[in-house]
């Protein structure tokens, strides 16, 4: 019953190196996010796939990439962090539908040095 | 455009107290509405929601109303816990042809004191 599963759950990086953040879903989602949380600013979305084979930008692209590998994982890439990269990074998933619920992984949460 | 506004915590109150936490929101057409709710070093949890005006979603306690007349989804809960201690986060779905993309208000921080 893992749901949607983050990794790593912690990680430092220096200035300028690159590291892959890692979502897996078990519950046959199509649509996947990736938000990141800092404080006093709430969620803001990276970017989305609505499904297999799609990726959107969302509010705050610059400076990520990412795939979607199949269905159900979906990885966040960052080529040369950055210290205002320094941030709790989660995934989501959701059906397909406007009033489906997305679900949450717990998180990375990541320091830029 | 579409948002959401959440009254600012952060929100103190004693454990049997009673709980209002406001949101309001803007959207075109018919949005569903969301409450998270985020634990410590945890991810977000949905909490309850709903899809249609006058709707009341209500889960462990909680309950909130969609007023279409007033715009508002606002959580509720009649004798909060310690355990309640949390970010509540509103959002909404604006519905809107294929958009999938939730918008989310800032987050209300609540303290439960015993």
């Known amino acids: 019953n893992a749901g949607v599963t983050q990794t790593p759950k912690f990680q430092v990086l220096k200035t300028g190196q690159s590291m892959t953040l890692q979502c897996a879903q078990d519950m046959n989602h199509n649509s996947m996010y990736w938000y990141r949380q800092d404080p006093g600013m709430g969620l803001r979305l990276i970017y989305y796939s609505a499904s297999e084979g799609t990726t959107d930008k969302g509010e705050v692209p610059n400076g990520y990439n990412v795939s979607r590998l199949n269905k159900r994982e979906f990885s966040l890439r960052l080529e040369s962090a950055a210290p205002s990269q320094t941030s709790v990074y989660f995934c989501a998933s959701s059906v397909t539908g406007a009033a489906q619920p997305q679900h949450f992984g717990d998180g990375t949460r990541l320091s830029i040095l | 455009g579409d948002s959401v506004t959440q009254m600012e915590g952060p929100v103190t109150l004693s454990e049997e107290a009673f709980l209002t936490i406001n949101c309001t929101y803007t959207a075109t057409g018919y949005p569903s509405l969301f409450w998270y709710v985020q634990y410590p070093g945890e991810g977000l949890q949905l909490l309850l929601k709903?899809?249609?005006a006058d709707d009341k979603g209500s889960n462990k306690g909680f309950e909130a109303t969609y007023r279409k007349e007033t715009t508002s989804f606002h959580l509720e809960k009649g004798s909060v816990q310690v355990s309640d201690s949390a970010v509540y986060f509103c959002?909404?779905?604006?519905?809107?042809?294929?958009?999938?993309?939730?918008?989310w208000g800032l987050g209300t921080s609540l303290a439960v004191n015993p």
């Open positions: 709903a899809t249609k």
């Open positions: 959002a909404l779905n604006p519905n809107a042809g294929n958009n999938r993309k939730l918008i």
